[in-house]
């Protein structure tokens, strides 16, 4: 995750390096100034013959991760004082092309950060999107979610090939690499055409830090010792952090620690990587979403291996910090699938989730669940299908995600989301107003985690499929019986995701779906007239530009959103119990 200064330490031992490119066609256009082929192996997305993705973070990266946690909720907070009130935007069009965008973009030097994004969290589903559209790219092949950081991986496969390693992360210059391979970093690199005939395309330009020559250059066999000192006291000099490595180490088991977690897995006796990325048994490229991956990993693992308790580390959403999380509403999805995975890989094992609790980051165990409530779940999601049959799958879950949220607050003693916020959430645009108040923020991010936790449920009953089907049991064809209705629609792809509103829109009646979602006789009373005159008013305006046909009813019964969850059942001792029935014999 990075050592603090390392990086400004080196920088002019660092050596220019020309990349050329021919409009990106493909991976093996990447080549050096003298035309050799030049394997690129990445710490996450671009161009590249390998590309890696942590799939499981050690133990002892758990303080880093709270404090990152932390750091980026003071954020959110900052952003929340800056603007109370929220924000201004301007009119948005279901309509509105998506903006033009050139590759070249990606390396032109970044505008400084605004005081309003300078402190937001980072988007908290920027990984798995990036994974998907891989998955359905021409990298799909090279590209691996693997049972470790993955930063051990670029460097077992640059020590291997020879080549460069792109990241962000200092902690890739303290492997020893080799000395055929090296390190850039994305922050160095620029682009800029060679001359004037634009047959000779593109150069792109990076400094590169071969970590064999600097250590022959300082007359050290390694930068282990010099990277030591950076991080032990980042406020030495280079000169000090140098001239230390030339005495014996203060404190040499500390050393000997730093050094074995830099090691590589070919190289360490008490390194224990697996042969094989963590993917889904049958169908990869469909990548097991990175966070889902981290758990499964640690529920298979021998109790040697595995933590005493298993930590699932849900990301911060810019939501209203005055409110409880926005992960809060989908926690129910998110405990059945926790429940399905421990009872069929690790039934004696404890998880908690780290979240935010107010204003701190704060870990909570998860009791055991004996009934899931899939039966809870399937209703709606029919409805929702049944209903809005027309509608792209994608927009049909958001149907149901916001009807979900509205039945629990309901279920939950708790005001329901104004009609005015449903309306946007549900379509994408501005109110008249033109402003966006952090209840329709808030909201969002309740839309986003719902959507998340079916994500995780659908691809965690696909892998215990696969595991099942390898395996001759019977509950593989159970489990399939259920996803078509359960959520085989729900989109996994960005480019479905970005396509949402502007594309799969456009057949919305969106009368009827509001009706869907807010079940009118549930809402309370309390300035209900004035707040549905506003509200229809919007809807009106709103569905003009829709061009929606003719409303229709539903049809969709009230009761389906007035249940309850089934009355609990006796404690579940298997998964076919959890599912409410089993496969014939």
């Known amino acids: 995750m990075g050592i603090p200064r390392l ?5 002019p031992y660092s050596v220019p390096l020309l990349l050329r490119h021919q409009a990106f066609a493909s991976s093996q256009d990447v080549v050096d100034a003298s035309t050799s082929l030049t394997p690129i192996i990445v710490d996450g997305p671009a161009l590249a013959s390998h590309i890696y993705f942590d799939g499981f973070l050690p133990v002892h990266k758990r303080p880093t991760r709270q404090a990152r946690l932390e750091l980026s909720l003071k954020g959110l907070v900052k952003t929340y004082n800056l603007f109370p009130g929220g924000f201004s935007v301007g009119a948005v069009s279901p309509h509105t092309p998506s903006p033009s965008w050139n ?16 402190h937001l969290p980072a988007p908290p589903f920027l990984v798995p999107a990036v994974l998907d559209g891989l998955a359905e790219s021409r990298y799909s092949s090279i590209t691996d979610v693997v049972p470790a950081e993955a930063d051990v991986y670029c460097a077992l496969a640059a020590f291997k090939l020879g080549g460069t390693i792109l990241t962000s992360d200092s902690d890739l210059l303290v492997f020893d690499l080799g000395p055929k391979a090296s390190v850039v970093f994305f922050n160095t690199l620029s682009i800029s055409t060679l001359d004037s005939d634009s047959a000779a395309g593109s150069i792109l330009k990076a400094n590169t830090f071969k970590t064999a020559e600097l250590a022959q250059k300082f007359q050290l066999p390694n930068l282990h010792r010099l990277t030591y000192e950076v991080k032990t006291d980042p406020t030495l000099s280079f000169s000090d952090a140098l001239r230390r490595t030339k005495t014996p180490v203060a404190h040499p088991v500390n050393f000997r620690a730093f050094v074995e977690e830099y090691a590589l897995p070919s190289s360490s006796s008490s390194s224990s990587y697996a042969a094989t990325p963590i993917t889904s048994i049958d169908s990869k490229p469909a990548f097991l979403d990175p966070r889902l991956s981290e758990l499964i990993f640690q529920l298979r693992s021998s109790p040697s291996q595995a933590a005493k308790e298993i930590i699932v ?4 959403f810019l939501d209203d910090p005055t409110r409880s999380s926005s992960w809060a509403v989908s926690a129910c999805i998110r405990h059945t699938t926790y429940s399905f995975l421990t009872c069929h890989l690790s039934p004696n094992s404890v998880i908690a989730e780290t979240s935010r609790q107010g204003y701190r980051i704060l ?15 399937l209703p709606l999601l029919k409805a929702s299908q049944q209903n809005f049959p027309t509608l792209h799958p994608s927009l049909s879950f958001r149907v149901f995600a916001l009807a979900y949220i509205h039945q629990w607050h309901i279920e ?3 005001t329901p989301p104004s009609r005015a916020s449903v309306l ?3 379509t994408g645009q501005a109110t008249t107003q033109h402003h966006l108040a952090w209840e329709a ?12 936790a079916l994500r995780m449920l659908r691809q965690s009953l696909h892998y215990l499929g696969d595991v099942a089907a390898a395996a001759g049991d019977g509950l593989a064809g159970l489990l399939e019986d259920h996803l078509p209705d359960l959520m085989d629609g729900l989109c996994s792809s960005w480019e479905e995701v970005r396509g949402l509103v502007v594309e799969a829109g456009e057949g919305l009646d969106v009368g009827c779906a509001m009706d869907f979602i807010l079940n009118i006789e549930d809402e309370p009373t309390t300035n209900e007239g004035h707040e549905r005159e506003e509200a229809d008013g919007e809807q009106e305006e709103i569905a003009a530009e829709w061009q929606r046909p003719k409303k229709r ?6 009761k389906v959103l007035k249940s309850k969850a089934p009355p609990s059942a006796p404690k579940a001792r298997n998964l076919y119990e959890l599912l409410g029935s089993r496969p014939e014999d």
């Not at 990086?7 to 920088?11: A, I, Y």
């Not at 590759?103 to 300078?118: A, E, G, I, T, V």
């Not at 580390?313 to 911060?316: G, K, S």
């Open 424 to 426: 946007r959430a549900l």
């Open 103 to 118: 590759p070249d973009q990606l390396f032109h030097s970044p505008l400084p950060l605004s005081s309003f994004h300078r």
């Open 553 to 558: 009813k539903s049809g969709r019964s009230s």
């Open 7 to 11: 990086t400004g330490h080196l920088d």
């Open 441 to 452: 923020i808030h909201l969002n991010a309740q839309v986003e985690g719902v959507l998340y």
């Open 412 to 414: 939950h003693d708790k």
């Open 363 to 377: 870990s909570t165990g998860i009791p055991p669940v004996s009934d899931p409530n899939l039966q809870h779940l």
């Open 313 to 316: 580390y849900l990301p911060l």
